[in-house]
């Protein structure tokens, strides 16, 4: 089982709709959790932190469930812009600071 | 906010030959350098986490003596990929960890060995 794990769609869309994309992690001693972007043949950017109670930044909503080892991310009205690879991120615990990395999830928006 | 200035973003060489990566923090010390690969289509996988004034730890399945990482400085980190083969070719990210702006990445490199 990998650690991190995402579908890798790709999702296509029309502009405005609301997609959502999740993750699930393997390892119950993971500490924190994001959210990156990643555009082709680009470096990752991070485009949120998910707290455990949930977070919103504008048209972007993370969530996590510890219990279920579930990372969620919700992007509502979506643009053309928003199209590229969504990867989800988890910290290791043990002060390491280890970043595992999901395959991501490829959005593609379309008129 | 922290930068991390990663050279160079493009870089061609012939089977056999050594290529040198460099990140460098440019407002920040960074203290630890993780280096990641990333083959198309799948994750970023750490290779090895750099530290600075000591040896690197790295992650399985990666060779030590192929793979090269010296993090002589706060501010400065390299990978060097030795005796390069085509399975080599990639795309090689490193990022450091900031206190204050959490990680932050490299541009990458994207290594084409011919």
């Known amino acids: 089982r990998k650690e991190v794990e995402q579908d890798p769609g790709p999702f296509n869309v029309p502009e405005g709709a609301t997609v959502a994309f999740n993750c699930t992690y393997s390892n119950s001693a993971s500490q924190s959790f994001f959210w990156y972007r990643q555009d082709c043949r680009k470096e990752p950017k991070l485009l949120m932190s998910v707290y455990s109670s949930g977070n919103e930044d504008g048209r972007f909503t993370a969530q996590l469930n510890r219990a279920s080892q579930y990372i969620s991310l919700l992007i509502r009205d979506s643009k053309l812009s928003d199209s590229a690879t969504y990867l989800c991120?988890?910290?290791?615990?043990?002060?390491?600071?280890?970043?595992?990395f999901g395959t991501g999830t490829q959005l593609k928006v379309e008129l | 906010g922290a930068v991390v200035s990663q050279h160079p973003s493009r870089v061609i060489c012939k089977s056999g030959t050594s290529v040198k990566i460099e990140c460098r923090s440019l407002?920040?010390?960074?203290?630890?350098m993780f280096w990641y690969r990333q083959f198309p289509k799948q994750s970023l996988m750490l290779m090895a986490t750099s530290n600075e004034g000591s040896k690197a730890t790295y992650e399985q399945g990666v060779e030590k003596d192929k793979f090269l990482i010296n993090h002589a400085s706060l501010t400065l980190s390299t990978l060097t990929v030795t005796s390069a083969h085509p399975e080599d070719s990639s795309f090689y990210i490193c990022?450091?960890?900031?206190?204050?702006?959490?990680?932050?990445f490299g541009s990458g490199t994207r290594l084409t060995v011919v």
């Open positions: 990022s450091a960890r900031n206190q204050d702006y959490g990680y932050t």
């Open positions: 991120v988890v910290v290791e615990g043990g002060g390491g600071n280890k970043l595992t």
């Open positions: 407002d920040f010390q960074a203290t630890t």
